[in-house]
């Protein structure tokens, strides 16, 4: 422990505490703009580059200025934080910050919702000291999922953080120097040309415009208003939990009904949940996983719902390819069965039929356009958008979702069991696996459904579930990062697990780069985890193998899990791509 | 008259920089020997903390206390390695040593691995200066051959190696931190201190970065002692200092002065006093980061603490001298522009700050600033100044502060009356025609780039302001002195 003075109260905290974790223990303010903890994956960005938390330090009778977010404390340190020079000191900072960024606030996707823009608001900046030459870059809008315009890029460095530290990518690095030091790709390659696999954790943790997705509102509402098409839309599990944030709702429960209600006023012809082919992943999940286990090969099994991950595999682990699940991610099967079973039963061709899928992600724009998911020209699923342009459309079309009554999915595909909606959070795909793979092993009835030992924001968590007998050994793991160790286990021969469950994502989809902006506050996402577990409870059904419509869905078409037909519409494979 | 004392270029042109043997005949090797054999680690620490020596890269830190820092951390592995990324313009310090006596730096990163408790040596140089890399490399060989390097040493079970890393030539790779980050294969950025390289540098483990001329020092403190070594140069400072002389002097080049020299004395015993007689105006040292010293300061004893106290640095040694001819805003301007392109681009007060200082200082120059300006560029330099990351951004508008310091007169004539004293910023600059000079030769006219000058042969010509670029061709062709430059 160590005692320091801020602002003349004296304080004592730990010894590798930063001047910033020791004012923020006395209720002592300081802004902070490129700093960020992300404090449930014990993850700190702290390159102490944008100066915005400078501080007065006194020690030993000297005094210097310091950066609050990256200075360790030492005993007997007196700081001061508002002082009239210090104020501006980081007024002047900002101001440059605010020189060299472009002034289209009033059109930018991020308005409102820019770090940068508020701490000018806290600061009062009314007007601009400082002009003179910008840092331009062309935008590149090379890629299905991320927009990067650069000119908005602050130097914060969080996005390289989240790319190279947490997940492991490394696709982005600071490039050019001084003045026109932006981050990109290296010799500032187009995203869509690295081995980028477009989890969008940069997206989430951009302080400014400078990363965001690419919009696709304009071609849905297009859709919508075109009288030839039937336009039905997939809600993904994290969606309902993220939604009621960017609606200022504060009960703790998921906003499921008022979504459902909301996209009907939007215009959809049918509203459907991708949980209802979680379900459906999970019968042909469990089935693979049965066969494999007998057969004692191809194991570990990997689930292969994330896209993000997916990605990952087929850039950094080439030679595995062969072991994850070749079931579809929910999101395909949901276009897959959309096209042609739902297509044929309301007797519509597939290319009136339009499929949307609202997704917490921005890798499911890139899967949903991956060439293997398109079949004569007409793609299984037509457009992607993310929560956070769920909200927009919401919010265009004057609808507060937070006030309308709650609504139930159509059917034939919209029902879902318990087991579907832990999909969108990590460890969730496995327990839901492990409900339905236990009494398929076993057929005895499983009383406890929940196997609360995967659930958690850890990144990496194991166990080893009894199957009456059989033992299975299992892992979890959330963050492309922890999925490398664990891949890296598996190259080597270390690894012994029958199942693993992997997510880009550090927690899940509940974090998607596709999911309203945290800025930093993980408690939002312990939350999202809650409501996502609650949901779970209130479901009667909670065995993916025991939804009704799911069952009449192979006696009326797929025949079995498994089978020739469930093959050819559920299954798919991967492909080595050779590092670019 | 002032005479140069040589310590660190004791050798260079006076032995074969290719021959280990003439090394060892100069006392090479002897303080290494000296060191393994009859002293401990601490001991010859002590000796070089007792000696007073402080870093000759440019910050002062004593050499001995860095010394003592990392050899105090436990590790597996530590490392020293030698900074040879010369980088300040007109700077050749280290060059002239490295090429000039190789064996002297190889000799004392040895020493200094023994001392911390490091068997590894990296000298991180630039790649522009590939002969003090060839004689690096034969040096490095020779000595391995003779046992001065490598396993057991002499059979003293100490080990050290040394590799060279090449530099890509970026200025902020000088500054400790990011020269680490650049030998780890990464972006040249320097990161946030504490903690110190002493304690956690290259790849994690204890360092020590020292630069070549620090390392040029060690030996002859070791042999002749503490004492020896305190006897020159000053109290605070002890010891030389290698400049590079350049600018408007008579003779450039090398020196190696005891500290305490005065800048007189400097220019006018050894630089052989200022070109063509001009008068002599000011003085840079520390690099572009450094900042001006004046006729007011010119008997001021050259050591750390002096410079700073007047406002610029030690620095590495540049030391550029200036006379009536040179325009001090210009010249600030020039320096900043250095800074921009040497920016690493992390932090903003450096990114974008000396950006726009030197925007600011370009309206000066081109007559387009407003009366106000002078306390906003003084605010901002505050800001560059205690808001930077590293000391490349801390010391970067030190040429601006310094010069608004001596110079605030020509600051306040370019802004309000749109002049240069020294003719330097061509956009104030107006060229007339005397009419009572002028007999319509028609020269001017048709040489003129932009044909702004328009009269009628054999009578007055008059120069169009509004087009007039200011070139200066009319005036060179002009035969009866007939245009004025005001």
């Not at chain 1, 020209?377 to 709650?406: H, Q, S």
């Not at chain 1, 832990?422 to 460890?427: D, E, L, N």
């Not at chain 1, 990144?459 to 059989?470: M, N, R, V, Y």
Request: with cysteine; proline share 5%.
């Amino acid at each position: 422990m160590a005692r320091v003075t801020i602002n003349d109260i004296s304080v004592e905290v730990f010894k590798d505490s930063t001047i910033l974790d020791a004012a923020r223990e006395v209720d002592v303010y300081i802004p902070t703009l490129c700093h960020l903890d992300l404090e449930s994956f014990n993850i700190e960005h702290r390159t102490g580059s944008c100066r915005v938390c400078m501080v007065e330090v006194e020690q030993n009778g000297k005094s210097r200025m310091m950066p609050a977010c990256c200075t360790p404390i030492q005993e007997g340190m007196i700081i001061r934080t508002n002082t009239p020079e210090i104020i501006q000191i980081r007024r002047i900072v900002l101001e440059l910050l605010l020189s060299d960024h472009p002034f289209d606030c009033l059109v930018c996707s991020k308005s409102l919702d820019c770090e940068l823009q508020a701490l000018a608001k806290q600061f009062g900046i009314e007007h601009l000291t400082y002009k003179g030459e910008m840092s331009l870059y062309p935008p590149d809008l090379s890629s299905r999922a991320i927009n990067r315009n650069l000119d908005k890029c602050i130097m914060c460095r969080r996005c390289e953080t989240a790319c190279n530290d947490i997940q492991t990518v490394k696709v982005l690095t600071g490039y050019k120097r001084g003045f026109m030091s932006v981050v990109a790709p290296a010799e500032m390659k187009p995203l869509n040309d690295t081995n980028c696999v477009f989890c969008g954790q940069c997206v989430n943790v951009c302080p400014t415009g400078a990363l965001t997705e690419i919009n696709y509102i304009k071609k849905v509402w297009q859709a919508i208003n075109d009288p030839t098409k039937k336009v039905i839309v997939q809600t993904a599990p994290a969606v309902r939990v993220g939604i009621g944030e960017e609606f200022n709702l504060t009960e703790e429960e998921a906003a499921t009904g008022k979504l459902v209600a909301g996209l009907r006023r939007l215009g959809f012809d049918a509203v459907f949940d991708t949980n209802f082919t979680a379900d459906l992943t999970i019968l042909e999940e469990a089935h693979e996983l049965v066969e494999r286990l007998k057969k004692k090969e191809n194991l570990p099994l990997l689930t292969s719902c994330c896209p993000g991950w997916v990605n990952f595999l087929e850039y950094q682990f080439p030679d595995l390819i062969h072991i994850p699940s070749t079931c579809k991610s929910p999101q395909q099967m949901f276009g897959a069965v959309a096209k042609t079973y739902y297509a044929e039963k309301i007797g519509i061709k597939p290319e009136n039929l339009i499929v949307v899928s609202i997704m917490p992600c921005l890798a499911k724009k890139y899967e949903a356009a991956r060439p293997e998911f398109i079949k004569n020209g007409i793609p299984d699923v037509d457009y992607v958008l993310t929560t956070r342009e769920l909200a927009k459309m919401f919010k265009e079309a004057g609808i507060n979702i937070g006030k309308l009554k709650d609504e139930d999915y159509d059917n034939p595909l919209g029902e879902s069991t318990g087991a579907g909606v832990i999909f969108g959070v990590s460890g969730g795909v496995l327990e839901a696996a492990l409900r339905t793979a236990y009494e398929v092993v076993t057929k005895k009835e499983l009383k406890n459904v929940n196997f609360t030992e995967v659930r958690g924001l850890e990144g990496i968590k194991e166990a080893t579930i009894d199957l009456d007998g059989t033992e299975l050994r299992v892992a979890v793991t959330s963050g492309l990062g922890n999925a490398r160790k664990i891949l890296e286990k598996i190259r080597k021969g270390e690894a012994n697990y029958h199942a693993i469950e992997i997510m880009a994502c550090p927690g899940g989809c509940i974090n998607g780069g596709g999911q309203p902006y945290i800025h930093g506050d993980t408690s939002l996402l312990e939350k999202r985890l809650k409501m996502i577990y609650t949901e779970d409870e209130k479901k009667k059904i909670r065995k993916s193998h025991e939804n009704p419509y799911i069952q009449k869905l192979y006696k009326e078409f797929l025949g079995e899990p498994g089978s020739h037909k469930a093959h050819e519409i559920l299954h798919t494979h991967y492909y080595k791509k050779c590092e670019k | 008259m002032i005479k140069q004392v040589r310590i660190a270029l004791r050798n260079c042109g006076r032995i074969n920089p290719e021959s280990i043997e003439e090394y060892i005949n100069a006392r090479g090797y002897e303080a290494l020997i000296l060191s393994l054999f009859e002293k401990k680690p601490e001991d010859v620490i002590k000796i070089i903390t007792d000696s007073g020596l402080r870093g000759r890269g440019g910050g002062g830190f004593p050499t001995g206390l860095k010394w003592a820092a990392a050899a105090k951390e436990k590790s597996d592995e530590k490392f020293v390695i030698c900074n040879a990324d010369e980088g300040d313009p007109g700077a050749f310090m280290d060059r002239a040593v490295l090429e000039g006596d190789p064996f002297s730096v190889l000799e004392a990163m040895t020493i200094a691995g023994y001392c911390i408790g490091a068997n590894k040596g990296i000298i991180y140089i630039r790649a522009e200066y590939p002969l003090a890399i060839e004689r690096l490399k034969f040096a490095i060989e020779k000595a391995e051959e003779y046992g001065f390097l490598g396993k057991n040493i002499l059979g003293s079970n100490f080990s050290f190696d040394i590799e060279l890393k090449y530099g890509a030539g970026a200025f902020v790779c000088g500054e400790e931190t990011a020269l680490i980050k650049s030998i780890e294969g990464k972006r040249g950025e320097p990161v946030v201190k504490p903690p110190y390289p002493a304690q956690k540098g290259l790849w994690g483990k204890p360092t020590i970065v020292n630069n070549v001329e620090t390392f040029a020092n060690i030996c002859p403190i070791i042999i002749n002692g503490p004492e020896w070594f305190r006897k020159i140069g000053t109290q605070k400072s002890p010891g030389t200092k290698v400049f590079a002389l350049a600018g408007k002097i008579n003779k450039v080049g090398l020196i190696e002065i005891p500290m305490g020299t005065t800048l007189r004395e400097v220019i006018y015993e050894i630089g052989g006093g200022i070109k063509n007689n001009k008068e002599f105006k000011a003085v840079q040292t520390g690099g572009p980061s450094g900042g001006c010293i004046t006729k007011e300061n010119i008997d001021t004893p050259i050591d750390y603490d002096n410079l700073l106290a007047i406002g610029s640095m030690m620095g590495s040694g540049g030391m550029i001298v200036m006379d009536e001819d040179d325009c001090m805003v210009n010249f600030a301007k020039f320096f900043l522009e250095f800074i921009i392109d040497e920016s690493c681009g992390k932090c903003t007060p450096c990114r974008v700050g000396n950006k726009r200082l030197h925007e600011l200082l370009e309206q000066i120059t081109t007559g387009k600033a407003e009366d106000n300006i002078i306390p906003r560029i003084e605010m901002l330099c505050n800001t560059i100044k205690k808001a930077s990351l590293c000391g490349l951004g801390q010391t970067s508008p030190n040429p601006v502060l310094s010069t608004l310091r001596y110079f605030r007169d020509e600051y306040e004539e370019h802004i309000k009356d749109k002049k240069c004293r020294s003719r330097v910023c061509k956009s104030l600059l107006r060229y007339q025609i005397v009419p009572e000079k002028c007999n319509g030769c028609t020269r001017c006219a048709r040489n003129c780039p932009v044909q702004c000058i328009s009269g009628k042969p054999k009578e007055p010509h008059v120069i169009n302001q509004d087009e007039c670029i200011k070139c200066g061709v009319c005036y060179t062709h002009c035969k009866f002195d007939a245009i004025i430059v005001s």
